[in-house]
């Protein structure tokens, strides 16, 4: 009978021999790793070659074909639907386009999972609207709707709803899409300060260099053509030092 998969005690996260499919179409197969607590975790690699899939997978959107992903130990995917539920509500996600509701202004918005989910009054919800924002510097913009700020902020608005339910992981499907240099790097430092001073544990998929050298702590790379992962490690030691020409190529783009 087969073993059930096992996190190391460290691990807040843990994706166990992952495969991945659309029907007979397997997208990438035998993912194994660990996201440690309090860490920048980024998923790269070049693009349609599962990047967002995976994410999908660890935050419960979409089942696997093989293999499960554990929370501080627990099965995701073997959990009865209340306790995967639970489980999810230990997440926040941030997507591409950051996903505001465009008839609502960024407090709305930002109060919709405290709405769903809690019991907090009026008065405890506003305030904690404004931490939210403040947290991630948009004090003073609850009243503005997302049509009236800059992409950079809406980006950042979106991570303040992520951040409504005070998750233990906060998952990013390519942040920096459609940011300037300037902002994508704003957001950036901000993941660093959130990372530093609230201890959230962080998981991007992004294939942006800027960002994976200046956040990442480890980094887990995942190639289209051998539909699996094929390198782990600090990108840094990775880019200079890695046994694979793919992840080598990937990492060094740009240099002359």
Known sequence: MATAPVASP???????????????????????????????FVIMGDSGCGKSTLL?????????AEGDVLVSGRSLWHAEPDEREA???????????????SSLTLAENVSLPMQQFTDLSATEMRDLVALKLALVGLAGFEAFYPSEISGGMRKRA??????????????????????????SRRLDDLILELRQSLGTTFV????????????ADRAVFLDAEARTQVALGDPKQLRDSSDNPKVRAFLQRGRT
């Open 10 to 40: 460290s691990a807040q996260i843990a994706v166990r021999n992952l495969t991945m499919a659309y029907g007979s179409f397997v997208v990438q197969r035998n993912l194994d790793f660990d996201i440690r607590q309090g860490e920048i």
């Open 56 to 64: 999908r997978h660890m935050i419960g959107l979409q089942s696997p």
């Open 204 to 215: 991007v998929v992004t294939h942006e260099l800027a960002s994976i050298f200046t956040i």
């Open 87 to 101: 489980m999810m509500r230990r997440f926040g996600v941030l997507y591409q386009s950051g996903a505001l509701w």
């Open 158 to 183: 979106g991570l303040a709803r992520a951040m409504a339910l005070d998750p233990e992981v906060l998952f990013f499907d390519e942040p920096s899409a459609g940011l300037d240099p300037l902002s």
